[in-house]
């Protein structure tokens, strides 16, 4: 999952804007020449994902300001707020990341044999959700919580809760 995130910070990903492929559009959504903050953040399968993140931040009253979750506290794993943990966000983030490149995967792959582009946006998002609540439920069957982390904080928390840590 850190391999996805490392990717998008060094812009290691191969986008048509990165490739200069003026002609290349998103399969996803149709956007001209999408560069990898498109396809993390401004795609219909990017804002799929975001708008997963923040359901589960207003349903646990822990939504930002406005209710939108910056770019940076996906990117960067900036709290969106002071009540989610960060052990939980640092997770949150990654599954993000990854998810939205599964879903950015899909389309690209989907799109070479169905050529109706809302047919391969339905497919893409249905792939990035699954992806991204497959990975947090990866991290929660598996991540061993370091003692730093182990607070009562972290039994009240969306996404993921744990109440055999304390």
């Known amino acids: 999952y850190k391999e996805t995130a490392w990717r998008l910070a060094l812009n290691a990903f191969p986008t048509a804007a990165r490739m200069q492929l003026q002609s ?58 002071a009540r989610v943990h960060r052990f939980v966000w640092d997770m949150v983030c990654l599954a993000a990341i990854h998810a939205m490149n599964i879903g950015r995967c899909t389309a690209w792959s989907v799109s070479r044999g169905v050529p109706a582009a809302d047919v391969v946006s339905v497919v893409a998002v249905k792939a990035a959700k699954a992806a991204f609540w497959s990975a947090l439920a990866d991290f929660a069957a598996t991540v061993q919580v370091p003692d730093w982390a182990r607070t009562a904080d972290l039994t009240q928390q969306p996404f993921i809760s744990w109440h055999v840590v304390l």
């Open 24 to 81: 290349a559009a998103c399969v996803a959504c149709g956007a001209a020449v999408p560069d990898a903050g498109h396809h993390f953040w401004q795609c219909t399968v990017a804002i799929a994902i975001r708008s997963e993140i923040e359901h589960q931040l207003t349903a646990a009253g822990m939504a930002p300001n406005g209710g939108r979750v910056a770019c940076s506290a996906v990117w960067l794993g900036r709290l969106p707020h």
